[in-house]
């Protein structure tokens, strides 16, 4: 097995995509040739407007849709593979967009148990993985809570511990902050920044909020169900133009940036943050 | 028209191991022709008040007046008319389509009003217009084959053909990718000033609230914390974060840039405007 092979997490191989209809013509083409790679430990954000393909490939990726065309190949495991679908799942986790579609149990620790409990995970591991998922969102005095009581932000986060308490290798987070206030954004944010950083988890973030990815090891872009930009957020960013063309937006201190050149100040035009905005300004 | 909301209190399972007090003593007016936003965290009682505003909730004490008239004293017809002028378009609004076409659905309104079908025809044809889609593309449409986005407006639209006098929207933008957000919000807005209407809109987004309001109504445990314009609730920011809320990204901007440009203001909340104050204090 050569180096690369060992480090890639994803690998998607020219994929196509369609949902049926019932008229054949009007066939949805969701993706149309996509091609991507994402290796172990990345953190990559996937940027695109609604009906890109961007949740077409989250399903894709975790084996609950299968490519009309091309391959998805999850840490070596070929989705198309029926045998792999559990092996698959388990690797790859999800988070989606509403809180309260993704817990089940009446109490907090009860849910984080539900995954492990279906792998067959002997009671006495279950009970150290749920206390460790729940240690690691920072949610542990909050384990014998009824969910519907927690807000949004510590619902995700008890969906996030469920995750971790099937031991995957890498997340992929459908839109998790849609529904979230700014705290419930923030706490969110923070703990898939901190699984990264501490927890060296693969992370694939979905999202429209473009803040919320300028500290991504790569961004990509989908348009029209194919790959239209990819790189490091700095370089996506500053192409202004080109993204609101597109139908997306910039995170408002690069539009900032991008309007004062306008006028003439000499400011890079890579600005992400407050930070940067404040040194180009105050020179 | 314009709301009234008087001493309103509302308390879920009261006298109850339950008993929650959602609204605690809320006092606010709501002028006529005016454009509201209501911000607060998820639990700060914001659902709670905009469903008493056309008494779809009952006060626990206290009450609400539109246009004058105490709509908790009046008879049920009465309250049913007055859905008509109040219209409220929840969260994920899209979730309450179920009509076979999109012109049934957005007809499903004014047909409940009693109104003629000329009468009926011609408000679906205006309203799908207002939210930005082709009436002939659509009308034939199921609402559920339709873009995320689509379908939003489609359920907007089925309020807007009540014609209220009042709207009121709970995060009509949630979900909605940058593009879909700014048109929709967009068409709020030109609805607000073509036709008058009050608008009330409740949204998690600072930079939205910021960009589209007269006056923010800040709400944290049931209680007012602020009622005022943009200028004056974006400047209390420790207030702001101290009840889980935030202010817009070049408000932040603006304040640490006042270290080094002292005469540079703080009440700013949009990129245009951050735009034209920092290339006055720079350029002297």
């Known amino acids: ?87 698959i ?95 419930g954004r923030r706490e969110v944010m923070e703990t898939i920044k901190r699984l990264n950083r501490d927890k060296a988890m693969t992370v694939i973030h979905i999202t429209h909020f473009m803040e919320e990815i300028v500290d991504a090891d790569r961004v990509i872009v989908l348009d029209k169900g194919k790959v239209v930009m990819e790189g490091q957020p700095r370089t996506i960013f500053k192409q202004v133009k080109r993204l609101k063309e597109i139908g997306l937006d910039v995170p408002q201190m690069t539009e900032l940036a991008y309007e004062l050149r306008g006028e003439g100040l000499k400011i890079p035009d890579d600005v992400l943050s407050i930070e940067e905005m404040v040194n180009a300004l105050c020179q | 028209m314009s709301v009234e909301i008087k001493n309103l209190s509302h308390t879920y399972s009261e006298g109850s191991p339950f008993e929650f007090r959602a609204l605690k003593d809320i006092s606010i007016t709501i002028e006529n022709g005016s454009f509201i936003g209501i911000i607060g965290h998820t639990g700060s009682g914001k659902s709670t008040l905009i469903q008493h505003l056309n008494g779809l909730l009952t006060p626990t004490s206290g009450t609400v007046l539109v246009d004058g008239k105490d709509i908790f004293e009046t008879k049920k017809s009465e309250l049913i008319q007055l859905r008509h002028h109040v219209g409220l378009v929840f969260q994920y609004p899209e979730h309450q389509l179920f009509e076979e076409t999109v012109q049934k659905d957005v007809g499903f309104g004014p047909k409940n009003q009693g109104l003629s079908e000329d009468e009926i025809d011609q408000r679906v044809r205006q309203s799908i217009k207002m939210v930005g889609l082709d009436f002939d593309a659509i009308k034939d449409k199921s609402p559920f084959e339709l873009s995320g986005g689509q379908m939003r407006r489609v359920a907007i639209a089925g309020v807007l053909a009540m014609e209220p006098s009042v709207l009121i929207l709970d995060e009509p933008t949630a979900g909605l990718d940058p593009r879909g957000r700014e048109e929709i919000l967009a068409q709020i807005k030109s609805l607000h000033t073509q036709k008058q209407i009050t608008v009330v809109l409740v949204s998690h987004s600072m930079e939205d609230i910021g960009k589209m309001v007269d006056k923010i109504l800040v709400i944290n445990e049931g209680e007012v ?27 932040y901007l603006m304040r640490r840039l006042k270290e080094k440009y002292p005469e540079i203001r703080e009440d700013i909340f949009t990129v245009e405007a951050a735009k034209k104050e920092i290339l006055k204090v720079i350029r002297g």
Request: glycine share 8%; charged share 20%; hydrophobic share 40%.
């Open chain 1, 1 to 87: 097995m050569t180096m690369d092979v060992k480090n890639k997490m994803i690998d998607v191989r020219d994929v196509y995509f369609s949902y049926p209809h019932h008229n054949e013509n009007e066939a949805v083409h969701a993706l149309n040739g996509v091609s991507l790679h994402i290796e172990k430990g990345e953190f990559v954000g996937i940027i695109g407007h609604n009906g890109s393909g961007k949740s077409t490939l989250s399903k894709l990726l975790n084996a609950i849709i299968f490519p009309s065309q091309g391959d998805v190949i999850v840490s070596g495991l070929n989705t198309k593979d029926h045998q792999n679908l559990w092996t």
């Open chain 1, 89 to 183: 799942r388990q690797t790859a986790g999800m988070v989606f967009q509403n809180p309260d579609n993704q817990l089940v149990a009446t109490i907090v620790e009860e849910d984080v148990a539900f995954g492990p409990e279906n792998l067959g995970v002997p009671p006495l591991e279950i009970r150290e993985r749920v206390d460790r998922a729940l240690a690691v969102v920072e949610m542990q005095a909050y384990a014998h809570q009824k969910p519907h009581q927690l807000s949004g932000g510590q619902k995700q986060r008890i969906a996030i511990a469920g995750i971790l308490a099937m031991e995957p290798e890498c997340i992929i987070f459908d839109e998790p902050t849609a529904m979230l206030d700014p705290s």
């Open chain 2, 225 to 251: 914390v602020f009622f005022d314009t943009p200028n004056r609730v974006f400047t209390e920011i420790s207030t702001l974060e101290s009840i889980g809320l935030a202010v817009p990204q070049v408000t």
